[in-house]
């Protein structure tokens, strides 16, 4: 199916892969119909996704088929309930087979699709359906989640149904599955004026900024081509083989990783349905058990994994482990290739894009680096001129040239959101807000975001750095680095350390872990701060929540 949107797959270099990638679109590309059916008029019955949940033992399939026919049920459904183009339907769904199912739904009809995440409170919910104008929640029958929809439901003036999946269907919502089950499994591709086109809207997703109420990014529908080098040429999926990632859907690593690039590809999507609870065991028994071929997952993971005896676990299935979310820690590079033989390669990218900077598969790894530009960006790193950076100086990482067109998989915009538009997209460039520097052989060294960067004494301080030299003492099972305020510097090196089984926090510990920075990295990097934590503060994809203890701190201090 790849090749029908690549003139070639098969590069001899890295060098050769910048140069001529190309990325064919063919005019109104819909993901639904030009690849999830188009997989199942060649083969019905070919595996395209498989959910699990606590008992391993359960496992559902769902093959391309399937998926056209319950997709096609669903955007019945939907239509039948007033959904139309250019409509926006939150969906809050966790792992169930209905994320993916009405996902392929709303892109058939042409709806916006807004994925969620089910720890959102009644004032977040709120404020996302009349920010987006919301006319449909879609969501699972989980109890808090649904006392927290009925109650700002009232205020919410463009919002018509919640339908739920599940078996506790409250009263004035809808029964999704029951429902959708009398709907025809053919949905003909609409024409004319509700006919999607690759300029409209497609998929968005609130994030949060360093202030004010969280931004909607808005991408259109050739978003999905754009995963290609994703899933293609840094996760190295595979044609019939299992992908596993550990992701809800109410993330953007979903779309990085779960749907889109992956089934181009024709690879077979895992839903790791655990409610949201992370058991580095059960994880690894799954792995065991599923035998997927590659596997993603943000740092918090993987730093949990090797803490586990590996050797217990059968893992040979695995023959590519990616990461992203954050810098990967050379520690943890270094261990997990030690009890697995496997090299991590990380990526970085953000909700806002696909992939833009990889460890492709043409060149080494070096630990640390984030690794190469991706060819279908025209990328830089420059200064606050605008200008290009020479080798080792930091400076932020953009998009130029956009006047050439803008390339498929970067947003189109945030939603209704002018300030945010112009801070972003200025000197016809994208500027991504993250740091990062080069060095001679073109790899590309992750610094941080601009508002993670800490200024002290003159000095410019990336968190990843420090992070990646504590994480090199044997007591420190995973850390935070953020600026902490101080009178006289401005702001200090703070952090923030969960520590390993069988270590007590003592301010003994504190002066040898600052020791052991001093000697692992530039002394003046040292944390002067060292707090000790039961578990840092995180997003449901793992992230970790650098503004809250940077907030925390301010409002303390």
Sequence with gaps: ????????????????????????????????????????????????????????????????GQLMERSCQAANYFAAHGVKKGDFVLLILRQRLEAWICMLALHRIGAVVIPATFQLMPHDIEYRCNKAGIKMICCVDDRELLENIQRVRGQCPTLKYVAVVGDHIPEGCEDFRAQVAGFPKTFPRPTGEAATHNDDLMLGYFTSGTTGMPKLIVHTYTYPLGHITTAKYWHQVEEGKLHFVSADSGWAKFGWGKIYGQWICGAVIVAYDTEGRFDPHHMLEAIQRLRPTTFCAPPTVYRFLIKEDLSKYDLSSLKKCTIAGEPLNPEVFNKFKEATGLELCEGFGQSETTVIIANFPWFPVKPGSTGKFSPLYDLDIVDEEGNSCEDGIVGTIVVKNLDKGRPAGLLSGYWQDPEANSASFYNNMYSTGDTAWRDSDGYIWFVGRNDDVIKCSGYRIGPFEVESALMTHPSVLECAVTAAPDPVRGQVVKATVVLARGYVASDELKKELQNHVKKETAPYKYPRIVEFVEELPKTLSGKIKRKQIRLEDAKNG
């Design 1 to 64: 199916m790849v090749e029908k949107f690549l003139p070639r797959e098969r590069f001899d270099s890295y060098e050769d892969f910048k140069k001529n990638y190309r990325l064919n679109i063919p005019e109104n590309f819909n993901f639904s119909y030009d690849i999830i059916d188009q997989w199942a008029a060649q083969d019905f019955d070919k595996p395209a996704l498989v959910r699990v949940a606590e008992d391993l033992d359960q496992e559902e399939w769902l093959s391309f």
